[in-house]
């Protein structure tokens, strides 16, 4: 009895080493595949915050292509503009000098309708001249001077709203 005993004892001892050495494949097996799930994860994972990160990347540097695009419109525009300015100051700066030194008279034409009763037509033109309604009135250098200088400053606002108008249209272009 005793043999079978120990023989049973035996088998039991095989049988749970048995169980023993089969879980443990099963909980390495399992243990392997979730370690490869996890791996699988962990890729996919970085994979996609390396393709956002390539997508911003390229985001970011098409806004600085756009930024630095404008910039170089913006400066192109400012020299116009300051071209403009130094321009018209120029020439309006010339007007004066002319005026003042007498080179230059500045005249209107009055209107001679109703002396004339001809509904401001006339009927001739002066020797020598083109424009039709000869009679005409010299002004004073003075207020000349002050006329040319109000027109001066009409044409350097009529330049700045230009410029105002024309950065208006590239800023809300480019958005």
Do not use: F
């Not at 997508?55 to 930024?67: C, V």
């Not at 404008?70 to 004066?96: F, G, I, N, V």
Request: hydrophobic letters at 45%.
């Amino acid at each position: 009895m005793k043999l079978d005993a120990v023989k049973w004892g035996g088998v039991l001892m095989v049988m749970l080493g048995l169980m023993v050495g089969s879980a443990w494949a099963a909980w390495a097996w399992q243990a392997n595949a979730y370690g490869q799930q996890l791996a699988a994860k962990e890729t996919a994972y970085q994979t996609e915050r390396t393709n956002l990160a390539n997508a911003n990347s390229a985001l970011i540097l098409a806004e600085q292509g756009k930024r630095l695009a404008l910039e170089q419109w913006l400066a192109a525009s400012d020299q116009a503009h300051y071209r403009a300015l130094t321009d018209e100051k120029t020439k309006q700066e010339r007007l004066r000098d002319r005026l003042a030194a007498a080179d230059l008279r500045l005249s209107v034409l009055l209107d001679t309708t109703a002396a004339t009763d001809s509904d401001g037509m006339q009927a001739t033109t002066g020797p020598g001249c083109v424009v039709h309604g000869t009679a005409r009135a010299q002004l004073d250098r003075t207020h000349a001077q002050r006329i040319i200088g109000i027109t001066g400053d009409g044409d350097q606002g009529l330049i700045a709203l230009q410029a105002c108008q024309a950065y208006a249209k590239e800023v809300s272009r480019t958005k």
